[in-house]
């Protein structure tokens, strides 16, 4: 028996290795993918970043993009930083003047290399954001917190657009501060935040999120209070330099779009989990989740995912000793995301997703930390989801156009810039082709210019920009006054079907005035139609429109001057020829019969019968359509209470595209023609669809993807 049992310990031993070998394999997980190093774990992420946002290199200036290039275009910087600000509704001498004056010297002023520093920046505040994660969460929380801004569509404007440098410098530069705030280094800290305040304002809650981060588990926080005094001060000179300069200017700064409302707090914390999850969708319509792919850049973060070890225990650092629980650090990311969208809440009528760029990096915080003790696969399962619905709510074919704090949609977004930024181009293209130069002091005014393509702001800086010529000026026909044209040569370039014509026809500028008097702007049109006569339109017709369009602006005086120029007399009615010349009208003689009112109209210009039934026939006359606008009006003038006269108006404003005020006129039929007018079949539908296309309305919505029309008989 004891040589039986000799052979059999030697075979025990081989078992016990082999149970030691599978017990030291269980002990150490299966990594998809070999572990790399942090910097490049990084440098996927930041890689992917690139991918995903280099269609902004390609991207022209935009808006108020060309107010600051000239701001600072022949400017020293000391000049620039103390000129008042082009637009005057906040202080953000860094993100504005600054950075514009050294990008625009950097960048040779040209949009390209101008997007190409603003996407460094970018890459600058991912990479801190990856070093602060990093630091407190270790090294796949800093992964996954750099992953998710990287890809999340709340970049995407200030990516697009150059202004959004403000954006992009202040979040950079909190994130900044706040790394330097946990590493000790308090003062440089604080001066990083303060370059971040003077850029924009929306991360004035940097100091109580470096007290949350800096904070230990079962610390005192009085402490971390007191060591985030730098913080504080900086922020109190901030205040300082922000009421001073506000005193100075003697109004409050963001006057116009600051405001407060009952619904600003708890709008601004839905839209910040709605940002969070891309959760936009169209009005009207279920957000596209099936039919949207995620972008293929998230390849990169996924790899960078699953080749970042898990950390041991609950969040802990694997590159220092633990300070606070995951639980902390949870409540810290939350908090963050909470004060960063809390500033949302002042300008929550037009918010919008890139609001919420400081207050995603809180999220990301949370997230990261939340995953760091996760499974690879699960991890890069939270990256790709959440980049999907970042897709989704990139690729949403609208945005809201009029102020609502619950809207589905943001109000500036990718989709705004995808189908502004095209049009801006064409229109600057077609501008150097109607006028390949201009000549010095000369004034273009622009007429049925879109105003969503940024193409006219201010006293025309995008025109000073593209000529390269600082003595032009350009507005939009509706800014047309006597002085601005005689500061030199005039140019009027109209926008028509995506194109542009130059309008130097004398009686396209009478046109012009007494279509400016159908859209409710008689001073206007009375400067245009003045001009017009120095320019050579036919006097007569422009003289009679001048008094029509005085007595809009109750100018008795100017009117009865007009007219006497005119030949019409003040004189009222009856006509005695009137019924005669309707005669001729129903016989189907309706040239003589305009030619016998006309003749009539000179002797009886106050009668408010004769000048509806010549508005009545020149509507059925295309080449009246002049004198039928000024008869129209000249109705409402003298029989304001006539129904009657304003649904002549408004359908001659339907007409013409005056859609506005075609709706006001509408209203007014309704409310001065009481039953028989709401039985009014198509008075009623055209008022309905004048209803929708007020900014925020179904035809508008539905206009922005260009399938919108505007039928009158639904």
Not at 35 to 51: M, S, T
Not at 216 to 226: K, N, Q, S
Not at 237 to 264: C, K, T
Request: proline letters at 7%; one cysteine or more.
């Amino acid at each position: 028996m004891s040589a039986a049992r000799r052979p059999a310990r030697p075979a025990a031993a081989p078992q016990r290795v082999r149970r030691r070998d599978a017990s030291s394999r269980a002990q150490k997980p299966r990594a998809a993918l070999p572990a790399i190093p942090a910097p490049a774990a990084l440098g996927l992420v930041l890689l992917a970043a690139v991918a995903l946002h280099q269609w902004v290199l390609r991207a022209p200036f935009f808006a108020d993009d060309y107010l600051f290039l000239d701001q600072v275009r022949h400017r020293s910087l000391p000049a620039a930083l103390v000129s008042p600000d082009p637009i005057g509704n906040f202080f953000r001498p860094v993100g504005r003047q600054a950075w514009f004056w050294l990008a625009g010297r950097v960048s040779g002023q040209s949009p390209g290399p101008f997007h190409a520093l603003d996407l460094g920046v970018f890459l600058a505040a991912l990479a801190l954001l990856f070093a602060l994660v990093r630091r407190v969460a270790g090294v796949r929380a800093g992964v996954v917190a750099a992953a998710f801004v990287a890809l999340h569509s709340a970049a995407d404007v200030p990516l697009g657009w150059c202004a959004g440098s403000q954006d992009l410098l202040a979040v950079t530069g909190a994130l900044g501060a706040l790394l330097l705030h946990v590493t000790g280094r308090r003062i440089a800290a604080a001066a990083c935040l303060l370059l971040a305040l003077l850029s924009k304002e929306s991360v004035f809650a940097v100091p109580g999120i470096a007290i949350l981060l800096d904070r230990c588990d079962g610390e005192p926080w009085r402490a971390p209070a007191v060591r985030a005094w730098p913080l504080f001060a900086a922020t109190g000179v901030w205040a300082v330099a922000l009421g001073w300069i506000a005193a100075s200017r003697h109004h409050a700064l963001g006057g116009g779009i600051v405001s407060a409302s009952p619904a600003g707090i708890p709008a601004a914390l839905a839209h910040l989990v709605q940002t969070a999850a891309g959760a936009e969708w169209r009005t009207g319509a279920v957000s596209r989740v099936w039919t949207t792919a995620p972008p293929w850049p998230v390849v990169l973060t996924v790899l960078a995912v699953l080749a970042t070890p898990a950390l041991p225990g609950h969040g802990a650092r694997a590159d220092a000793p633990a300070a606070r629980s995951r639980r902390g650090l949870l409540l810290a990311g939350g908090a963050w995301a909470v004060l960063g969208a809390l500033p949302v809440a002042a300008v929550i009528a037009m918010w919008s997703g890139y609001y919420y760029l400081f207050a995603m990096c809180g999220v990301a915080l949370a997230l990261g930390v939340w995953c760091a003790d996760r499974s690879r696969i699960a991890t890069a399962a939270v990256v790709v989801l959440l980049a999907w619905g970042s897709q989704i709510g990139r690729t949403v074919d609208e945005f809201q156009t009029s102020p609502n704090a619950w809207s589905t949609t943001s109000h500036v977004n990718r989709f705004y810039l995808d189908r502004a930024l095209p049009q801006l181009t064409r229109t600057i293209d077609a501008l150097k082709r109607v006028r390949p130069t201009l000549p010095r002091n000369a004034t273009v005014f622009f007429g049925s210019l879109p105003q969503f393509a940024g193409f006219q702001a201010g006293d025309g800086p995008l025109v000073r920009w593209a000529y390269r010529d600082s003595s032009l000026r350009s507005y939009f026909i509706s800014g047309f006054s006597k002085a601005r044209a005689a500061r030199g040569p005039v140019v009027i370039l109209v926008a028509d079907a995506g194109s542009l014509h130059e309008s130097d026809n004398p009686e396209d500028l009478m046109a012009i005035g007494i279509s400016s008097a159908l859209t409710d702007h008689p001073e206007l049109g009375r400067d245009l139609l003045r001009y017009s006569i120095e320019q050579g339109a036919t006097k007569r017709l422009a003289t009679y429109a001048i008094g029509v369009v005085s007595w809009m602006c109750a100018d008795t005086t100017g009117a009865a001057a007009a007219f006497a120029d005119a030949a019409v007399a003040l004189a009222p009615g009856p006509a005695p020829g009137l019924p005669a010349a309707r005669a001729l009208a129903a016989a189907g003689d309706t040239l003589n019969a305009i030619g016998a009112m006309l003749g009539m109209l000179s002797r009886h210009g106050l009668d408010p019968e004769l000048h509806a039934a010549l508005a009545e026939l020149c509507l059925t006359q295309p080449s009246e359509r002049a004198m039928a606008s000024l008869e129209c009006l000249a109705s409402t003038i003298l029989a304001p209470r006539d129904p009657m006269a304003w649904r002549r108006l408004a359908f001659l404003q339907l007409e013409t595209r005056h859609f506005n005020t075609a709706g006001r006129s509408l209203e007014r039929y309704v409310e001065l023609g009481g039953p028989a007018a709401r039985d009014d079949i198509e008075a009623m539908r055209a008022l309905k669809a004048m209803r929708e296309l007020a900014p925020g309305g179904r035809i508008t919505q539905e206009a922005l993807r260009g399938r919108a029309v505007i039928d009158l008989t639904r």
